[in-house]
């Protein structure tokens, strides 16, 4: 897995709209890259709309926001209408993100890891665990 202090890898993939997205392209600012199993499941729906839930609040912060799972364009979509999501979900529907950066579990999906990116693109955390422990590593960040 990608460890604090390495840069983060640089990709292009799908996101939820058909449009693509090159990670290097949000450099100059913080990223929130987090990965999740799978679309719409209960923990991941827990996870993305607490992300959601303090957007504006990680916006004013100058922090990005950005999930991928192993998911289709097309599930990524409906999850992200079906919930209102205001940021970008990446489909690694070939799984090389997710390779990657070290999360790609034995069942072929992403496990649920968060990485902080700097404006550099270096990561300055990582959060792994269950979505409450994402959720309350983004209202740390909030509250410094």
């Not at 499941?41 to 609040?57: D, V, Y």
């Not at 004013?60 to 998911?71: A, E, F, L, P, W």
């Not at 364009?73 to 950066?101: R, S, T």
């Amino acid at each position: 897995m990608i460890a604090q202090g390495e840069m983060a890898p640089d990709f292009t993939e799908k996101t939820d709209d058909g449009s693509t997205l090159t990670l290097s392209s949000l450099r100059g600012q913080k990223v929130l890259l987090y990965f999740y199993p799978e679309a719409d499941t209960p923990g991941c729906t827990i996870e993305s709309k607490g992300f959601n839930e303090r957007l504006a609040a990680l916006q004013g912060h100058g922090i990005r926001v950005v999930g991928v799972s192993t998911d289709s364009v097309e599930k990524q979509c409906a999850f992200k209408e079906k919930y209102g999501f205001g940021f970008p979900l990446v489909a690694d529907l070939g799984k090389a993100v997710a390779q990657q950066y070290g999360v790609l579990g034995p069942s072929g999906r992403a496990r649920r890891v968060s990485f902080l990116l700097d404006a550099k693109g270096q990561v300055s955390e990582v959060i792994d665990g269950k979505a409450e422990v994402h959720l309350a590593a983004a209202d740390r960040l909030l509250a410094a």
